[in-house]
T-cell receptor, first 113, second 110 residues
């Protein structure tokens, strides 16, 4: 594809359910980021992947959150036992090796009811 | 400290006015990005630039590398331009390799 693709674009889930959010980055981009934007707030760092290195998970807000990146490409962010405060837009971005390029997904809007 | 500062935080203007949103950053960049988010909508990338100026329709983005400053201009503003505009910088890698400003909430009144 021509850009970073995130799916689903919108997700409504019941409190307590698990959700998976998917990010397809730009082919060849080694760096991948997940951010979260809660209502009325700025973008909050969640996790960073670079190539085959161990990810930087320092932004994950709780152990209910996890992410993986398979084969250095597609990434999945999983939220277990969702809570209402997890409602937010989840944004994925991928960057080229020298960070001269960055492309952004359109975000996944998660609503926990 | 690796920071991105945007101003103003909020801006209300009348249709037709020339709009300027500013972005300052504290460390060198590989690229500077401007993003747009309409209420309840997804995030759209407007510009990616590392020097000079880019134009797309009524939108113009400029960057001054020496002053570590970028501006987004909107000419002949229209109510459909009402959105949050976000500045982001990339460089260096790591968790700080991509840093966002807090956004500017723009309202264009008819």
């Amino acid at each position: 594809g021509a850009g970073v693709s995130q799916s689903p674009s919108n997700k409504v889930t019941e409190k307590g359910k698990d959700v998976e959010l998917r990010c397809d980055p730009i082919s060849g981009h080694t760096a991948l980021y997940w951010y979260r934007q809660s209502l009325g707030q700025g973008l909050e760092f969640l996790i960073y992947f670079q190539g085959n290195s161990a990810p930087d998970k320092s932004g994950l807000p709780s152990d209910r959150f996890s992410a993986e990146r398979t084969g250095g490409s597609v990434s999945t962010l999983t939220i277990q036992r969702t809570q209402q405060e997890d409602s937010a837009v989840y944004l994925c971005a991928s960057c080229s090796w020298w960070y001269t390029e960055a492309f952004f997904g359109q975000g996944t809007r998660l609503t926990v009811v | 400290k690796n920071e991105v500062e945007q101003s103003p935080q909020n801006l209300t203007a009348q249709e037709g006015e020339f709009i300027t949103i500013n972005c300052s950053y504290s460390v060198g960049i590989s690229a500077l990005h401007w993003l747009q988010q309409h209420p309840g909508g997804g995030i759209v990338s407007l510009f990616m630039l590392s020097s000079g100026k880019k134009k797309h329709g009524r939108l113009i983005a400029t960057i001054n590398i020496q002053e570590k400053h970028s501006s987004l201009h909107i000419t002949a503003s229209h109510p459909r331009d009402s959105a949050v505009y976000i500045c982001a910088r990339t460089s260096g890698g790591g968790a700080d390799g991509l840093t966002f400003g807090k956004g500017t909430h723009l309202i264009i009144q008819p």
